[in-house]
């Protein structure tokens, strides 16, 4: 792991990585909206609203995951020094909470056909927003932090006792009513038929590529600007 | 409003959303390195 701690060999690996995530992952969104979109069926309970589960679903995932890579960063930042795992969670907070806020507003949509309401103060729907708003939150501190020069620990904290609400947002349909339905998908298989869970999968694959593309592009941003202010800091002592 | 509203509201949104994460990425990515670079370059 300490191999990638020097920032140039990271950015070694990152510059062309950086494409060929983003590429492929854009091909595969796009790819996955249009079979979503014009190659299902009309769903017999739901209609033609279940099209939306081809953005709704990957961003919600994509917004827990998010911040699940961001406890485990902040675990590396602190435990082990690793110098690009702040960066790291720094990076992913804003695609995190950009999917956060895509799934809120994408299963709005969605309620206001299906169920008659737009929102419901409910388990499921509380607590994403409740994950949003920690977004929010470590977005705020990282970068009241990296202002301030330190190497932002009072984030790291924050990322890793925020990751008490992922495994909320889980059980949430199990826990309390819900106007959400129970998870369609889980580790024993799934309820959903082949014709829109293969679209599905490959949506999900393709918002994860970009995500991660994102992400690199984030990491190679602020390692830039690190190396802007070393320079502009040795040029005012000459 | 039928579906097809809602739907397209659905993927408006998303699109929308990951434009702005996507350009918005690339733009301060680029203009970060080609500044870092340029500084380098500076005696």
Redesign the interface.
């Known amino acids: 792991m300490h191999r990638f701690a020097n920032p140039a060999r990271f950015l070694r690996l990152a510059k062309p990585l950086t494409p060929a995530l983003f590429w492929p992952g854009l091909v595969l969104?796009l790819g996955a909206?249009l079979w979503g979109?014009f190659g299902t069926p009309t769903e017999r309970l739901m209609?033609?609203?279940v099209?939306?589960i081809f953005?709704?679903v990957p961003?919600a995932w994509l917004g827990m995951g998010g911040w699940m890579a961001i406890a485990i960063a902040s675990i590396v930042q602190l435990v082990w020094r690793h110098p690009l795992a702040g960066i790291a969670a720094r990076a992913i907070a804003?695609?995190g909470a950009?999917?956060a806020?895509?799934c809120l507003?994408?299963g709005s949509?969605?309620g206001?056909?299906t169920w008659g309401t737009w929102w419901v103060w409910d388990g499921r729907l509380t607590s994403m927003l409740v994950l949003f708003f920690l977004y929010l939150g470590y977005i705020a501190l990282s970068s009241a932090s990296s202002e301030k020069g330190d190497t932002s620990r009072v984030a790291a904290v924050f990322g890793i006792i925020g990751a008490v609400n992922i495994p909320i947002i889980n059980r949430s349909v199990i826990w309390w009513e819900s106007q959400h339905q129970k998870a369609s998908i889980t580790l024993g298989g799934s309820s959903i038929d082949d014709a829109y869970l293969v679209p599905l999968f490959v949506s999900v694959a393709g918002f994860s590529l970009?995500f991660g593309a994102?992400v690199l592009?984030?990491m190679?941003?602020a390692l830039?600007?690190m190396?802007?202010e070393a320079?502009?800091r040795r040029m005012a002592e000459d | 409003m039928t579906h097809t509203t809602f739907i397209i509201a659905a993927f408006a949104v998303t699109s929308a959303g990951m434009a702005w994460l996507i350009i918005g990425s690339y733009v301060t990515m680029r203009r970060s390195e080609a500044l870092a670079d340029d500084l380098r370059q500076q005696p």
Do not use: N, Q, Y
């Open positions: 969104t909206c979109l209609g033609d609203t099209k939306i953005v709704h961003s804003v695609p950009t999917f806020a895509i507003v994408t949509i969605w206001r056909p970009l994102l592009m984030r190679r941003a830039a600007e190396r802007i320079r502009m």
